[in-house]
C-alpha cells in the first residue's frame, strides 16, 4: 500500500505564516517605493515638457513657452504649478501666451493628490536660439514634493537653457 504524499495542516499553517511576515515587511517599502516613482513620474513630465519647448523654439524659430496652468487653456500667473504646464508657441513674440494667438503645444495636467509642484518662476521663453528669454541671473528650479515620498525631485533650468533634474533626500 502507497502512503499518501502532501502537506500537512501543520505545515501548510506555517508556511503561510511565514509568507503573511514576509509580505508584512515588504508592503511598506513597496508603497514608499511607489510614491518615490510618482515623484519621478512628475519630475520627468516637467523635464520633458520644459525640453520640448527648447526643442520647438529651435526648430520653429519663434520663441516658445511654458508656464503654470490651472485650466490648460491659460497661464496662471503664479509659481504655483500644483494643477499642470503648458508649452505655447509665442507668435506675437510678446512673451506672455495670448490666447487665441498663440499656439498651444502641450498641456500636462498634475493629477497627483497631495503632491505640491512649486517654482521660483512662473514662465519660461525661449528664443529661437534656444537660449532663455530674458536670460536670468540664476538657476530657475521647479521643487516637486509628496508627502509619503522619502525624497523630492528638482528640476533646475540653467541660463543657458539647459534642463537638470534630480532626486534630493531632504524632506517636504
Not at 523654439?57 to 504655483?80: I, K, L
Not at 503648458?86 to 497631495?114: H, K, L, P
Not at 541671473?137 to 521643487?143: F, L
Amino acid at each position: 500500500m502507497k502512503r499518501a504524499s502532501g502537506f500537512t495542516i501543520i505545515e501548510l499553517i506555517v508556511a503561510v505564516a511565514i509568507a503573511a511576515i514576509l509580505l508584512g515587511l515588504g508592503a511598506p517599502s513597496m508603497r514608499t517605493y511607489l510614491e518615490n516613482q510618482k515623484v519621478t513620474a512628475v519630475m520627468n513630465t516637467i523635464s520633458s515638457g520644459i525640453n520640448l519647448a527648447r526643442s520647438t523654439a529651435v526648430e520653429s524659430r519663434q520663441p516658445v513657452g511654458v508656464c503654470s496652468t490651472t485650466n490648460g487653456t491659460t497661464c496662471a500667473g503664479v509659481a504655483d504649478w500644483d494643477r499642470g504646464w503648458m508649452v505655447w508657441v509665442d507668435s506675437d513674440q510678446s512673451g506672455d501666451f495670448t490666447a487665441g494667438v498663440d499656439e498651444i503645444v502641450r498641456v500636462d495636467v498634475n493629477q497627483e493628490s497631495n503632491m505640491t509642484v512649486t517654482a521660483n518662476i512662473n514662465r519660461l521663453v525661449y528664443s529661437p536660439s534656444g537660449l532663455l528669454t530674458p536670460m536670468p541671473g540664476a538657476v530657475e528650479s521647479i521643487t516637486i514634493c509628496k508627502a509619503d515620498a522619502t525624497y523630492q525631485g528638482v528640476v533646475t533650468v540653467l541660463p543657458s537653457g539647459q534642463v537638470n533634474s534630480k532626486r534630493e533626500t531632504s524632506a517636504c
